[in-house]
Structures are given as structure tokens and as C-alpha cells.
């Protein structure tokens, strides 16, 4: 997957382009971080460029979920495409996050 | 990685030198500087050939060789000793003259691990032997260490093993429920987070699962054990017959047990013989399949939250025919999310063909078979999650 993040008057945008799969732990853990910092109050995670996560990712998202409501921050999931729109209904996704289409 | 020094002068103290050189001057120097740096316990060989028996009945830490041996000479010795994979760590200290560039070359080219350079410099000649005794010592333990990793692993793998159905077990309940079930299960990592089940509830009730732990390897199986335990506790008070009624109780649990991030899906469903139908309840699963007795296909919703994220979570039940002839298939999400030699996923339209295709199979086994086909044409070797399919054919 590929990461990219860029901070604009306290909303966080995190592009992730390809696959997002258990093995980018790494790319994902800083941007967790930075869920906590102070002036950050909401996270978009731009997903309109992702085309698959595993298991592993959706629960990356969740744990982003949760650490996002101890800082009182919100999470958006922007543009999911195809297969990830699919995930999304079937793990009730759209009854849990903010997604915008 | 390092040992810390009073580690290292103890191992010192026990390991086993032999030194093979045909000079006595030579070897009685050699020892001397050992001893006098705590190392003590040493063989010698006067010639070639009594050390290749000595390497062979005494294995040494480490060997110290003369090139001029009498029988067999020192780089002929190294090269043999070479040959036997279980000298492959082993360390060969070659003594040669500094200034003879020929010999040292033919040295590293017959496989020794270093050079002892002959005037011996005592103080340059002990820092070789320990730092490549330490490399030794570092292997050994590596290398046994990984032994008893592997050994543990296959022993928490047949634990694992334990709690998928029984032949026994499934033999009695297609007896019992007029049913065939067929299951394909392959892990990708040495342990899974899949896992599959069956249990009878009444005469004519069935309950039947299929559950996806996240991740896959030692904490997705770890998770296993843990739903199956939970499962249990339930299924000790009483049977539930209601399947989303039961979901929510796992999930409850669930909620409890695991740790952010982490989750598990699930499809549970209770085939129901006298009623000619399944009841079902979905956690977040792939679409299972039903396919009846006259080749019609139907895939089923698997939408629902999954397990051990939201506590509050509410769980649906649906209901769907299932007569006589009739096959659901469940599978986790290895199979459709595959990636194949085309680069692409095996996808869920790919799977419906090849259960189309295959109306004809003559039973569920036979149909899993010809699925298992399609998808391994498809597959590249390794799998990247693990993989389960159950079919279960009313008969």
C-alpha cells in the first residue's frame, strides 16, 4: 500500500492507495499516533485508490475507530470503490464509521 | 546478539578444541595459549587421519589445522570435512604462512572459516578463536532454539487439530440428520485462524459454522481456542435454537476477550430436517452458497457486524429452503480473495460459475473436488490466508 498523509487545519487527510493488508502494520501505526496528537480533530482516510484489505486492515480501521473516540476525534472513510464498498456492507461498516461516497 | 562476558568464559571452559598439527613445538604453544585464557579442553591429532576419526567421535566447538599432515593434509582434511552437512557450521582455523598469499587463498577456497597466521601472534590468535567460538556458541543456541519453537508449534498445531470435527463424529451425524458433509481445510501459516464445526442440537436440528479468526498464525489460532471455548460454555447451559440469539451471545463474549483491532466472522446455521430448511445468522462472512437438488444457485446474505467489535451489536436471522438434494456451501474468504496467476482475485463470480459448471458432480464431495479444481488452476502455490470449504449435501 501506499501512504500518503497531509495535515490541513486539523483534519489529518491519509491517502492509501492498493493493497492494505495486514503487512502495512507499519505504514499504519504512525498514522494511529497522530490520531492522539493534540490539534488533530478528525482523520480522513481516503480510500478511493484502495483496492482490497484483509482482515487485518478492517481491523487496523477499527482500532483507528476506537482510538478516534478516546481523543474525542472523528474518522471519515472517504470514496470506498468496488470490492471495498462490498467489505464494508458486509462487516456493517456503513452502520459504524462515517463514509462519504 | 551478544553473550555476556561471564556466559561466554563459562561456555570457554567446556568447549572442545581439537588441534590437528604434526609439530609438537607448534601444539604445545597453541595449548598453552588456550589454557592460559581459560579454554582447556583440548584433543590433538598428530595426523590427518586421526583427526577426521577424532572430528567424527568427539565433535569439537571448533578445529585448529596444520596444513603440512601427514595421511591426509590439512586443505584435503578441511575438504572432506565440508562434504558432511553436519561440519557445515562447523569452525576450521587454517594455520599459514602470512606471507604465502597462494596457500591462504587455496585455504578459504577449501572452506575454512579463518586464517591463523603463522608466526603465531598470541594475542591475534586467541581474539580468532573466541570471537569464532562465540559465533558458535550463538548458532548452537539459534539452532535449538528453533528446534524446540517447531516442536511446540506442531504440538499446539495438533491441539488445533483437535478441535475440528472428527471422521467419527461426522460419519455418526450423517447418519443421524440424512446428510453428507464434505470439508476441505489447508492453513497458510503453520497454525490458522480458521475453523469449522458441527453439532447436533435435537433429533431432527443441526448446528453447523464456519468461523474466520483476523490475521492469520499463532494469535488468530489462539483466538480460535478461544471461541471454541466460549461455544462450549454456551452450548453447556442449553442449545440455542435461535442462530442470531446465539451470535449475539458469542459476541458478547467476544467483546470481552479480544483485543482491539481484532475480530472473527462467523456463519451459523441450524439445519432443520423436519421443517426442510436452514435457519441462519451471519457475522460479517462470505456469501454461502445453496445450490438445489435441480441446480438452481442462490447465494446467501453474509452481511452482519463482526464478531467482538460492537458489544450492543444485533444480530439477524434468516431462513432458506433445504430439501432433500439440496447443498449449502460455506467457505472463508481465502477462496474468492485469492490471488491467482492472472494476478487477480478467484472472486465470488468465478466460484459461482464453477459450482454451476459442476452441477453434475454426484455428490458434495465430488462437487468440493471439482471446485478445489478450478481454484488451483487458478492459485499460485502459497496461499496468503488460510483456506476452508464445507459442503453439506441433504441427502
Same mark, same amino acid.
Given at each position: 500500500?501506499?501512504?500518503?498523509?497531509?495535515?490541513?487545519?486539523?483534519?489529518?487527510?491519509?491517502?492509501?492507495?492498493?493493497?492494505?493488508?495486514?503487512?502495512?502494520?507499519?505504514?499504519?501505526?504512525?498514522?494511529? /499516533?497522530?490520531?492522539?496528537?493534540?490539534?488533530?480533530?478528525?482523520?480522513?482516510?481516503?480510500?478511493?485508490?484502495t483496492?482490497?484489505?484483509?482482515?487485518?486492515?478492517?481491523? &487496523?480501521?477499527?482500532?483507528?475507530?476506537?482510538?478516534?473516540?478516546r481523543?474525542?476525534?472523528?474518522?471519515?472513510?472517504?470514496?470506498?470503490?468496488?470490492?471495498?464498498?462490498?467489505?464494508?456492507?458486509?462487516?456493517?461498516?456503513?452502520?459504524?464509521?462515517?463514509?462519504?461516497? | 546478539?551478544?553473550?555476556?562476558?561471564?556466559?561466554?568464559?563459562?561456555?570457554f571452559?567446556?568447549?572442545?578444541?581439537?588441534?590437528?598439527?604434526?609439530?609438537?613445538?607448534?601444539?604445545?604453544?597453541?595449548?598453552?595459549?588456550?589454557?592460559?585464557?581459560?579454554?582447556?579442553?583440548?584433543?590433538?591429532?598428530?595426523?590427518?587421519?586421526?583427526?577426521?576419526?577424532?572430528?567424527?567421535?568427539?565433535?569439537?566447538?571448533?578445529?585448529i589445522?596444520?596444513?603440512?599432515?601427514?595421511?591426509?593434509?590439512?586443505?584435503?582434511?578441511?575438504?572432506?570435512?565440508?562434504?558432511n552437512?553436519?561440519?557445515?557450521?562447523?569452525?576450521?582455523?587454517?594455520q599459514?604462512?602470512?606471507?604465502?598469499?597462494?596457500?591462504?587463498?587455496?585455504?578459504?577456497?577449501?572452506?575454512?572459516?579463518?586464517?591463523?597466521?603463522?608466526?603465531?601472534?598470541?594475542?591475534?590468535?586467541?581474539?580468532?578463536?573466541?570471537?569464532?567460538?562465540?559465533?558458535?556458541?550463538? &548458532?548452537?543456541?539459534?539452532?535449538?532454539?528453533?528446534?524446540?519453537?517447531?516442536?511446540?508449534?506442531?504440538?499446539?498445531?495438533?491441539?488445533?487439530?483437535?478441535?475440528?470435527?472428527?471422521?467419527i463424529?461426522?460419519?455418526?451425524?450423517?447418519?443421524?440428520?440424512?446428510?453428507?458433509?464434505?470439508?476441505?481445510?489447508?492453513?497458510c501459516?503453520?497454525?490458522?485462524?480458521?475453523?469449522?464445526?458441527?453439532?447436533?442440537?435435537?433429533?431432527?436440528?443441526?448446528?453447523?459454522?464456519?468461523?474466520?479468526?483476523?490475521?492469520?498464525?499463532?494469535?488468530?489460532? +489462539?483466538?480460535?481456542?478461544?471461541?471454541?471455548?466460549?461455544?462450549?460454555?454456551?452450548?453447556?447451559?442449553?442449545?440455542?435454537?435461535?442462530?442470531?440469539?446465539?451470535?449475539?451471545?458469542?459476541?458478547?463474549? +467476544?467483546?470481552?476477550?479480544?483485543?482491539?483491532?481484532?475480530?472473527?466472522? &462467523?456463519?451459523?446455521g441450524?439445519?432443520?430436517?423436519?421443517?426442510?430448511?436452514?435457519?441462519?445468522?451471519?457475522?460479517?462472512?462470505?456469501?454461502?452458497?445453496?445450490?438445489?437438488?435441480?441446480?438452481?444457485?442462490?447465494?446467501?446474505?453474509?452481511?452482519?457486524?463482526?464478531?467482538?467489535?460492537?458489544?450492543?451489536?444485533?444480530?439477524?436471522?434468516?431462513?432458506?429452503?433445504?430439501?432433500?438434494?439440496?447443498?449449502?456451501?460455506?467457505?472463508?474468504?481465502?477462496?474468492?480473495?485469492?490471488?491467482?496467476?492472472?494476478?487477480? &482475485?478467484?472472486g465470488?463470480?468465478?466460484?459461482?460459475?464453477?459450482?454451476?459448471?459442476?452441477?453434475?458432480?454426484?455428490?458434495?464431495?465430488?462437487?468440493?473436488?471439482?471446485?478445489?479444481? /478450478?481454484?488451483?488452476?487458478?492459485?499460485?502455490?502459497?496461499?496468503?490466508?488460510?483456506?476452508t470449504?464445507?459442503?453439506?449435501?441433504?441427502?
Amino acid at each position: 500500500m501506499q501512504c500518503k498523509a497531509k495535515l490541513n487545519n486539523g483534519v489529518l487527510e491519509v491517502q492509501m492507495a492498493g493493497r492494505f493488508t495486514f503487512n502495512d502494520n507499519n505504514i499504519f501505526r504512525p498514522v494511529l /499516533d497522530n490520531i492522539a496528537k493534540e490539534g488533530i480533530r478528525c482523520v480522513v482516510f481516503d480510500i478511493g485508490q484502495t483496492e482490497y484489505m484483509d482482515s487485518a486492515a478492517l481491523g &487496523m480501521l477499527l482500532l483507528a475507530r476506537d482510538e478516534a473516540e478516546r481523543n474525542s476525534c472523528s474518522i471519515v472513510l472517504k470514496s470506498p470503490q468496488g470490492y471495498i464498498k462490498k467489505l464494508f456492507t458486509v462487516s456493517k461498516f456503513y452502520e459504524m464509521f462515517n463514509i462519504e461516497e | 546478539m551478544r553473550l555476556s562476558g561471564d556466559e561466554l568464559a563459562r561456555r570457554f571452559k567446556t568447549a572442545k578444541i581439537l588441534i590437528a598439527e604434526d609439530d609438537e613445538f607448534i601444539r604445545v604453544m597453541l595449548s598453552s595459549i588456550l589454557s592460559a585464557n581459560g579454554i582447556n579442553n583440548l584433543i590433538f591429532a598428530t595426523d590427518g587421519y586421526t583427526a577426521l576419526r577424532k572430528l567424527e567421535s568427539e565433535e569439537p566447538d571448533l578445529v585448529i589445522l596444520g596444513i603440512m599432515l601427514k595421511v591426509i593434509d590439512g586443505l584435503d582434511l578441511c575438504a572432506q570435512v565440508r562434504l558432511n552437512p553436519k561440519f557445515n557450521d562447523l569452525p576450521i582455523l587454517v594455520q599459514t604462512a602470512l606471507t604465502n598469499a597462494e596457500e591462504r587463498l587455496a585455504a578459504f577456497e577449501v572452506g575454512a572459516t579463518d586464517l591463523v597466521n603463522k608466526p603465531i601472534n598470541p594475542r591475534e590468535f586467541i581474539a580468532r578463536i573466541k570471537l569464532h567460538l562465540e559465533n558458535r556458541f550463538l &548458532m548452537r543456541d539459534m539452532e535449538q532454539y528453533r528446534h524446540g519453537m517447531l516442536a511446540e508449534l506442531n504440538q499446539a498445531r495438533q491441539m488445533q487439530d483437535m478441535i475440528l470435527p472428527k471422521n467419527i463424529n461426522i460419519d455418526h451425524l450423517e447418519k443421524k440428520y440424512g446428510l453428507k458433509i464434505s470439508a476441505y481445510f489447508e492453513t497458510c501459516d503453520i497454525m490458522g485462524g480458521d475453523f469449522w464445526g458441527t453439532k447436533p442440537i435435537s433429533d431432527s436440528l443441526m448446528g453447523f459454522y464456519i468461523i474466520d479468526c483476523t490475521g492469520h498464525g499463532i494469535s488468530a489460532a +489462539l483466538n480460535t481456542f478461544r471461541i471454541h471455548a466460549i461455544m462450549n460454555d454456551i452450548d453447556e447451559v442449553e442449545h440455542d435454537l435461535d442462530a442470531a440469539r446465539y451470535l449475539t451471545r458469542l459476541n458478547k463474549k +467476544l467483546c470481552e476477550l479480544f483485543s482491539p483491532g481484532q475480530f472473527a466472522t &462467523m456463519f451459523y446455521g441450524i439445519i432443520d430436517i423436519e421443517n426442510d430448511k436452514i435457519s441462519y445468522s451471519a457475522a460479517a462472512t462470505t456469501s454461502p452458497a445453496i445450490l438445489s437438488k435441480d441446480g438452481e444457485l442462490k447465494l446467501l446474505s453474509g452481511e452482519g457486524y463482526q464478531l467482538g467489535v460492537k458489544k450492543k451489536a444485533h444480530f439477524t436471522i434468516e431462513e432458506v429452503p433445504f430439501k432433500r438434494g439440496d447443498k449449502i456451501i460455506l467457505y472463508s474468504d481465502a477462496l474468492i480473495e485469492n490471488i491467482g496467476i492472472d494476478g487477480q &482475485m478467484y472472486g465470488e463470480q468465478r466460484l459461482v460459475e464453477a459450482v454451476k459448471s459442476n452441477t453434475d458432480a454426484k455428490d458434495g464431495g465430488a462437487l468440493l473436488a471439482r471446485i478445489m479444481h /478450478d481454484f488451483n488452476r487458478h492459485r499460485k502455490n502459497k496461499l496468503t490466508d488460510d483456506l476452508t470449504i464445507n459442503i453439506y449435501t441433504r441427502l
